[in-house]
């Protein structure tokens, strides 16, 4: 079993930044995959940015490239999404997800994820 906790989402105005945190409780086959999602109100789960935490680049939905950057820490159980140039229509909950080989070929759907966190609200307003 894997925990995973967000932490850093908040409200800022159109134009600013933020930085999401993610820490998996381990570091494991089930965190081969690790990534960020959100979820508007009445909007599907959409993938932000997932990255295979043995190495290689992380990919980004078409709506976030060139704004967002993730990272890990030094300890691949950590994971950050930095966010900049932030917009209204990125306002939703974000979520840490991780699993074991949904981040291969792309971003990964929803369901292959296996372990979730809670989530942590960003909110930009214009």
């Known amino acids: 079993q894997v925990q995973l906790v967000e932490s850093g989402g908040g409200s800022v105005q159109a134009g600013g930044s933020l930085r999401l945190s993610c820490t998996a409780s381990?570091?494991?086959?089930?965190?081969?995959?690790m990534g960020w999602f959100r979820q508007a109100p009445g909007k599907e789960r959409e993938g932000v940015a997932t990255?295979?935490?043995?190495?290689?680049?992380?990919y980004y939905a078409d709506s976030v490239k060139g704004r967002f950057t993730l990272s890990q820490g030094i300890a691949k159980k950590l994971m950050y999404l930095q966010m900049n140039s932030l917009k209204p229509e990125d306002t939703a909950m974000y979520y840490c997800?991780?699993?074991?080989?949904?981040?291969?070929?792309?971003?990964?759907?929803?369901?292959?994820?296996?372990?979730w966190g809670q989530g942590t609200q960003v909110t930009v307003s214009s």
């Open positions: 997800a991780a699993g074991s080989t949904p981040c291969y070929a792309g971003l990964g759907a929803p369901p292959e994820y296996t372990y």
């Open positions: 381990s570091y494991t086959y089930s965190t081969n995959c």
């Open positions: 990255i295979y935490t043995g190495g290689g680049s992380p």
